[in-house]
């Protein structure tokens, strides 16, 4: 099993930053791929970013592309997600997710095989 948990939630103003971070432990071995979703109220779970193992490939959704920047740090098992120039659109439930032996990225959620508990980003305009 692999255990996700997420930090750095909170409330931003519109234009602002906030930085999530997600530590993986466990049994990470065969772990590919490291992707961030968010779900607004009333809405779907949708891909934000994703990242390789190595931290050398990364994938953005439009919507947040030049605004938000994922990374990782092999050495504390840590995916972080720096947001910036955010909007009140972004608000929503930030989810941290692994793709187990994935052989290519996606943005599919049921294609993740571990959660973490998720994080609340709120964006004021």
């Known amino acids: 099993q692999v255990q996700l948990v997420e930090s750095g939630g909170g409330l931003a103003q519109a234009g602002g930053s906030l930085k999530l971070s997600c530590t993986a432990s466990?049994?990470?071995?065969?772990?590919?791929?490291f992707g961030w979703f968010r779900q607004a109220p009333g809405k779907e779970r949708e891909f934000v970013a994703a990242i390789s193992w190595s931290g050398t490939r990364t994938y953005y959704a439009d919507s947040v592309k030049g605004r938000f920047a994922i990374s990782r740090d092999n050495a504390k098992n840590t995916v972080y997600l720096q947001m910036n120039s955010l909007k009140p659109e972004d608000t929503a439930v930030y989810y941290c997710?692994?793709?187990?032996?994935?052989?290519?990225?996606?943005?599919?959620?049921?294609?993740?095989?571990?959660w973490g508990q998720g994080t609340q980003v709120t964006v004021s305009s």
């Open positions: 997710a692994a793709d187990r032996y994935a052989s290519s990225w996606s943005s599919i959620p049921r294609d993740y095989d571990y």
């Open positions: 466990g049994r990470t071995f065969g772990i590919n791929f």
